[in-house]
């Protein structure tokens, strides 16, 4: 097979090259294998380490987690564990793990295996926690100890109750690895992934591919294709024109401007749904002027943020309200309101603190997972800005080079950076960027440097309630605090898509931006 594919590749270079002259002139690939277009080069693929959505939708395929969101919604179901107590005070997590199990490298996967994985990334003393570094091992900071009954039977005591536990074990920084694969290959596990889930490492090559091949043993089917290609086209103009072409069969986050020219063409299908985003630009609130509230407000009325979703994303998105989006209806508050485009409001507000005609330098991508159209929104952001008085430099990077960037946090000279998150429970995005305790020097990805008391206390309630009805409340009292604190700009909330060929069969996305492809087929 994996002779095959090579020579297919390069039947597919040479058809590329003659796309040059003859347009839309491209071999058909074959029918067990599916191409898909992805927005960047994955960072890595071991799943304790990647943080991007666009590394999740490989991971997810490779690997599977004690539980899963099931197909189509944000509920927990089983998956590697079969079933669950939970103890009434909320303290004591156990788990069943489902028989005859394993990896794709033939060991299995049993109790030590599961802590193993999580011990690899919360014990600074494990002797692989230098495979590291685990941005989001944040997930699982409640956890006191883990123990092993038997082989088949894992026990979590978490320090205090947790209520996004099983969430975040259904989050991709929760499957689970292959210990061996790990004592193999160290810290370049991420190169050589080795999970229990429906496919199976094959290859890697940088900025070219990844291709994964079908498990036959996988626990939960037999998947319909055989090889899944990976492949980063990080230009999305480029991503459209293979698209159309047939170089790829499935298209993630289509081009806003491109989105017309699939929907209503028997050739493709364009799928769409809701899922929680968050489009956002967070401000140094180190440094002047966005040190200042009324400077922080100010940009968020400056901004025509419905222009920008009609006419720059073209109705793909919907104006965001705050750090909460309404995909989760139990913890939103709809009393929130987004701040209206009032130029006017927004110069009186700078006159106020001070900082008109101030100098700003903006931290922009090329692209990236859930960023949208990253450089045309900046390009916008900017000229609404300028109207209100402000100077805005912007500073552009490649996705992978723009994280470590901001991820590290913003320095003095950086004023603002765009920002997207996609998260399955509404304690995730507030709790890893609007913490005190979350500022990148302390491990999270607070990297405006946001700190509001109030909202930190509201957040640790909110995750050790076991009741949703009042965790929903203190969401609502965070989302309202946080939109007046303006620590962002709240600009959009993404209707996800993609484009398949017409070949592709029982292609979904799933609300959590993941990809599972075992039951997808191609005619």
């Not at 040479?14 to 796309?19: G, K, P, V, W």
């Amino acid at each position: 097979m994996k002779y095959a594919l090579h020579k297919w590749f390069a039947l597919l270079w040479m058809c590329a090259c003659c796309l040059m002259v003859t347009p839309r002139v491209f071999a058909a690939s074959p029918a067990n294998v599916l191409l898909i277009g992805q927005v960047a080069e994955p960072q890595s693929l071991d799943p304790q380490v990647a943080t991007a959505a666009n590394d999740s939708r490989i991971l997810v395929n490779i690997y599977d987690g004690l539980v899963r969101n099931g197909a189509g919604k944000l509920d927990i179901e089983p998956s590697l564990a079969e079933r669950w107590e939970i103890s009434a005070e909320g303290l004591t997590y156990t788990f069943h793990l489902r028989p005859n199990v394993k990896f794709q490298d033939g060991s299995p996967v049993n109790a030590e295996a599961v802590k193993f994985t999580f011990e690899r990334m919360l014990d600074k003393q494990n002797p692989y926690y230098s495979t590291g570094p685990f941005p989001l091992s944040f997930f699982f900071s409640t956890i006191d100890h883990i123990s092993t009954p038997d082989a088949s039977t894992i026990v979590f005591s978490l320090k205090e109750p947790f209520a996004p536990f099983l969430s975040n074990l259904a989050t991709p920084t929760g499957l689970i690895v292959s210990p061996e694969a790990v004592k193999k290959y160290g810290k370049e596990f991420g190169r050589h992934p080795v999970g229990s889930g429906a496919f199976g490492f094959s290859e890697w090559q940088s900025n070219q591919r990844v291709v994964l091949n079908a498990n036959a043993h996988y626990w939960d089917g037999k998947p319909e294709l055989q090889t899944l290609v990976f492949r980063p086209i990080t230009d999305g103009n480029t991503r459209v024109a293979e698209m159309l072409s047939g170089g790829i069969d499935t298209l993630v986050e289509v081009p806003p401007d491109s989105v017309k020219l699939f929907a209503n063409n028997p050739k493709f299908e364009l799928h769409q749904a809701v899922g929680p985003h968050v489009w956002y630009v967070m401000l140094n609130t180190q440094v002047p002027p966005f040190n200042d509230v009324r400077v922080r407000q100010a940009v968020n009325y400056a901004i025509n943020k419905q222009s920008m979703v009609d006419n720059i994303l073209q109705g793909s998105a919907a104006v965001a309200d705050g750090p909460i989006p309404s995909a989760f209806g139990w913890a939103h508050s709809n009393d929130v309101k987004p701040y209206p485009y009032d130029p006017q409001k927004a110069r009186e507000l700078l006159k106020a603190a001070g900082a008109e005609g101030a100098k700003l330098t903006f931290y922009v991508t090329e692209g990236g997972s859930g960023m949208l159209d990253p450089i045309p929104m900046a390009t916008a952001i900017q000229a609404d800005l300028k109207a209100v008085g402000l100077d805005v430099s912007i500073q552009t990077y490649e996705w992978n080079t723009y994280l470590s960037k901001v991820n590290a946090g913003l320095n003095k000279q950086t004023n603002m950076a765009e920002m997207a998150w996609m998260t399955n429970d509404p304690d995730t995005l507030p709790f890893l960027t609007l913490r005190t305790q979350a500022w990148p020097d302390k491990g999270g990805f607070n990297s405006g440097y946001y700190s509001n008391p109030e909202v930190d206390a509201l957040l640790e309630k909110a995750r050790s309630s076991t009741s949703q009805e009042e965790r929903g409340r203190l969401y609502q009292q965070v989302q309202a605090l946080v939109h007046q604190d303006a620590p962002w700009i709240f600009v959009a909330n993404w209707k996800q898509n993609a484009v398949t060929s017409a070949r592709v069969k029982n292609f979904a996305l799933q609300p959590n931006f993941t990809l599972l492809l075992n039951h997808v087929s191609k005619q």
